[in-house]
């Protein structure tokens, strides 16, 4: 593996439905490689646990520094397990289409103002920052706070 690793999964588009994952690193030239992949027959986080095992086996038991992944908590497990060094992030394009899935419809006509909003707050620097502005979301969107405070929050440092 390289320094980091960004993972995803190609959930049931093949046909027989499987989930294909793919490990992806980029190269010496900055240009992305598939560095694994594999077709399992569920998303436990004991089956992604066996992928990384094996994975780990096969690269000489290098270890990235950071794995990007979805919001998938069965990845997260089994990278902690596989890789307890690892910082995992949340990758930014699933996180973009989450809050659009999940908040668009909710906050209607503030969304725009709340999308900005929450890139500012994503983006702080400065742990201070981003919990000033943290808590202006919370005041500002309530709507928003059970999304924020199920799937959002515990991703913070990432």
Request: glycine share 2%.
């Amino acid at each position: 593996f390289g320094e980091s690793v960004g993972y995803d999964n190609t959930a049931g588009t093949n046909h027989y439905h499987m989930p294909l994952l793919l490990f992806v690193i980029q190269d010496d030239n900055i240009k992305s490689q598939i560095a694994a992949q594999a077709l399992i027959s569920n998303e436990t986080a004991e089956s992604y646990q066996w992928v990384l095992h094996i994975t780990k086996k096969a690269t000489q038991k290098r270890v990235p520094n950071i794995f990007v992944i979805d919001s998938d908590p069965a990845m997260k497990s089994a990278i902690s397990t596989e890789y307890p060094t690892t910082h995992h992030i949340l990758c930014i394009w699933h996180l973009k289409e989450n809050l659009k899935k999940m908040l668009h419809e909710k906050l209607g006509p503030t969304f725009v103002d709340f999308y900005s909003a929450f890139w500012r707050c994503h983006n702080s620097d400065i742990s201070d920052l981003f919990y000033y502005y943290w808590k202006e979301l919370i005041e500002n969107y309530p709507a928003a706070n059970q999304y924020f405070q199920k799937h959002l929050y515990k991703w913070r440092k990432s």
